[in-house]
């Protein structure tokens, strides 16, 4: 089945650490995002990438980083440098083509907690 | 610039009543309005979309939408809710002509059905 694997689910990380998520989607869509939930704060854009090689900072792009040197694959980098890093990650895809027709597909998340 | 604004934090209906959940836009030009579904620790799942052509869109799980020009809204409806419905609801825009940008995410409504 296509659609977009996050990985991993739960992930604690120590005040100072860098850590990595992880998304891959294998349904051939050109355009990846990265989104930060908070309760009460809906999503908020962090990163994305419309072609491979592509990408550009979103409305909340500090203490983040990340590329996309695949098509099939956007990880990004929680650096130490984020003040507030606990927050639930979602991972999304559409093809470029069409984009008018079709919603985001998300990945299931991933739940970051700084220990 | 995109904004979108659900001004319910939380909607609560018996099972078997009607739902509406509310959203508001605003957008240069003509919107692609999406709303979706998340369960919790879920990602977002798409319900229906308006993009032209009629005002009333259906979706899934009996869900439809109607479109409001003038009153620049898209609020969410269905004639008899299911217990099964609780769940978060989230409104997305993005102008037609805008290129590719981003989806702009409300901040969400929390459905609650109660038996």
């Known amino acids: 089945d296509g659609g977009i694997t996050q990985s991993p689910k739960y992930l604690f990380r120590k005040e100072g650490q860098n850590v990595t998520l992880s998304c891959e989607q294998n349904?051939?869509?050109?355009?990846m995002y990265w989104y930060r939930q908070d309760p009460g704060q809906g999503l908020r854009l962090i990163y994305y990438?419309?072609?491979?090689?592509?990408?550009q900072k979103g409305d909340i792009a500090e203490g983040y980083s990340g590329s996309r040197e695949k098509k099939e694959s956007f990880p990004l980098t929680v650096t130490s440098a984020q003040k507030n890093p606990t927050a639930f990650y979602l991972c999304?895809?559409?093809?470029?083509?069409?984009?008018?027709?079709?919603?985001?597909?998300f990945g299931s998340g991933t739940r970051l907690t700084v220990v | 610039a995109q904004s979108v604004a659900q001004p319910e934090d939380q909607v609560n209906v018996a099972e078997g009543n009607p739902l509406t959940v509310k959203c508001t836009y605003s957008?240069?030009?003509?919107?692609?309005l999406f709303w979706y579904v998340q369960y919790p620790n879920r990602g977002l799942q798409f319900l229906l979309k308006?993009?032209?052509?009629?005002?009333l869109v259906k979706g899934s799980y009996g869900f439809e939408a109607e479109f409001n020009k003038s009153q620049t809204s898209f609020h969410l409806k269905k004639p008899s809710a299911l217990v099964s419905d609780s769940a978060l609801y989230f409104c997305?825009?993005?102008?037609?002509?805008?290129?590719?940008?981003?989806?702009?995410f409300g901040k969400g409504t929390r459905l609650s059905v109660i038996a």
């Open positions: 308006y993009i032209t052509g009629d005002n």
């Open positions: 997305a825009v993005r102008a037609l002509n805008s290129g590719n940008t981003p989806l702009v």
């Open positions: 349904l051939n869509h050109d355009a």
């Open positions: 999304a895809s559409t093809p470029l083509t069409a984009p008018r027709d079709y919603g985001y597909t």
């Open positions: 990438s419309q072609i491979v090689n592509d990408f």
């Open positions: 957008v240069s030009g003509n919107p692609y």
